[in-house]
């Protein structure tokens, strides 16, 4: 009999290929969507789409199956601009909130959490899985929310849930239409202002796929694992890009007080357009203060390949841009 896996944010980045390793391995798979959302590109996968509201555990609870094998929360609001904050709250805390109920209700064997690094906040010095998180207070409300969403599944771990946290870096792969894909449009379009002087760990989204697939195995009930990747400057980052896309890059870094003027900026323009602006307060102090970390545990329980090659990673997602039509034609 097969395996019944239930998975939110399905038609996202990572959430699709979650489904299709689950597929591959011949799960039974139900995905939540919004009622107003279109239900096609998840049946398409393989899924069987179920219409939800996720903030609403009765709505949950009702889309779920009894008894599945594993739960997926793998949807999340990852904006970062203060004028979404009450319905990132709604999404990320209330949302993560009723679908713990609704695993408990339905019995579900193992609920698998996707969080974030931004879940401990910003830190100055390396963190591990150990490491207490500043993030309660934090006025970057993506940190906070990230940070409270854990606290909901470890009231749920008290309540009898069997589940595991995992905590990405930065994610790059094919399937990329709004993360890292939106500096590959810039430069591809000659486009792209400058690059922060910062850096990040940057990890193959299949990677991470396969490590949540992993924990449902090898995970220990109510542990973090961080999934780190390589580590990598923003400017190399945007340099592997453009040679990939035979385009020009930025040589240097922009100076942390230009980006800071620029992010109190945009938003004052985005009053006009209604959409979330290219720089915020929020997006500049998480590029300029990165959070070191040490993914050795998810490396050794959960088998997670942190050693992917940031070209590796770049030069699959923008083949897949091309054969998606999201770049220009060279």
Same mark, same amino acid.
Not at 158 to 163: M, N, S, T, V
């Given at each position: 009999?097969?395996?019944?896996?239930?998975?939110?944010?399905g038609?996202?980045?990572?959430?699709g290929?979650?489904?299709?390793?689950?597929?591959?391995?011949?799960?039974?798979?139900?995905?939540?969507?919004?009622?107003?959302?279109d239900?096609?590109?998840?049946?398409?996968?393989?899924?069987?789409?179920?219409?939800?509201?996720?903030?609403?555990?009765?709505?949950?609870?009702?889309?779920? =199956?009894?008894?599945?094998?594993?739960?997926?929360?793998?949807?999340?609001?990852?904006?970062?601009?203060? *004028?979404? !904050?009450?319905e990132?709250t709604?999404?990320?805390?209330? $949302?993560? *909130?009723?679908?713990?109920?609704?695993?408990?209700?339905?019995?579900?064997?193992?609920?698998?959490?996707?969080?974030?690094?931004?879940?401990?906040?910003?830190?100055?010095?390396?963190?591990n899985?150990?490491?207490?998180?500043?993030?309660?207070?934090?006025?970057?409300?993506?940190?906070?929310?990230?940070?409270?969403?854990?606290?909901?599944?470890?009231?749920g771990?008290?309540?009898?849930?069997?589940?595991?946290?995992?905590?990405p870096? $930065?994610?790059?792969?094919?399937?990329?239409?709004?993360?890292?894909?939106?500096?590959?449009?810039?430069?591809?379009q000659?486009?792209?202002p400058?690059?922060?002087?910062?850096?990040?760990?940057?990890?193959?989204v299949?990677?991470?796929?396969k490590?949540?697939l992993?924990?449902l195995?090898? $995970?220990?009930?109510?542990?973090?694992?961080?999934?780190?990747?390589?580590?990598?400057?923003?400017?190399?980052?945007?340099?592997?890009?453009?040679?990939l896309?035979? *385009?020009?890059a =930025?040589?240097?870094?922009i100076?942390?007080?230009?980006?800071?003027?620029?992010?109190?900026?945009?938003?004052?323009?985005?009053?006009?357009?209604?959409?979330?602006p290219?720089?915020?307060?929020?997006?500049?102090?998480?590029?300029?203060n990165?959070?070191?970390?040490? $993914?050795?545990?998810?490396?050794?329980?959960?088998?997670? !390949?942190?050693?992917?090659?940031?070209q590796q990673?770049?030069?699959?997602?923008?083949?897949?841009?091309?054969?998606?039509?999201m770049?220009?034609?060279?």
């Amino acid at each position: 009999m097969a395996k019944t896996a239930f998975v939110t944010g399905g038609t996202g980045f990572l959430g699709g290929h979650i489904i299709r390793l689950l597929r591959e391995d011949r799960w039974e798979v139900v995905a939540l969507h919004r009622p107003s959302s279109d239900p096609a590109p998840l049946a398409a996968m393989g899924a069987t789409p179920v219409a939800g509201v996720m903030h609403d555990a009765d709505s949950v609870t009702a889309a779920m =199956p009894e008894h599945p094998d594993a739960v997926f929360h793998v949807a999340g609001n990852t904006s970062m601009w203060k *004028r979404m !904050n009450r319905e990132q709250t709604r999404d990320n805390v209330e $949302g993560t *909130r009723a679908l713990v109920s609704a695993a408990l209700a339905r019995q579900a064997s193992r609920f698998i959490h996707t969080s974030s690094i931004s879940a401990w906040g910003i830190q100055k010095d390396p963190i591990n899985e150990e490491t207490p998180s500043n993030a309660a207070n934090d006025w970057i409300n993506y940190n906070r929310t990230k940070y409270l969403a854990e606290q909901e599944v470890r009231a749920g771990i008290k309540r009898g849930l069997d589940a595991v946290i995992l905590n990405p870096c $930065g994610i790059i792969g094919p399937g990329d239409r709004h993360n890292w894909a939106q500096m590959i449009m810039l430069i591809d379009q000659g486009k792209l202002p400058g690059v922060p002087p910062g850096s990040g760990n940057f990890c193959h989204v299949m990677e991470v796929a396969k490590a949540h697939l992993s924990a449902l195995e090898n $995970g220990r009930t109510g542990a973090n694992y961080i999934l780190a990747g390589v580590e990598a400057r923003f400017l190399e980052l945007a340099r592997t890009i453009g040679f990939l896309l035979g *385009r020009k890059a =930025p040589r240097r870094a922009i100076p942390k007080p230009v980006l800071l003027a620029a992010g109190r900026i945009y938003p004052l323009l985005a009053l006009f357009s209604g959409k979330e602006p290219d720089l915020t307060p929020e997006k500049v102090a998480l590029v300029t203060n990165r959070v070191a970390a040490d $993914g050795t545990r998810a490396v050794a329980e959960l088998g997670f !390949n942190a050693a992917v090659p940031l070209q590796q990673m770049l030069s699959e997602c923008i083949d897949w841009m091309r054969q998606e039509g999201m770049l220009s034609d060279k």
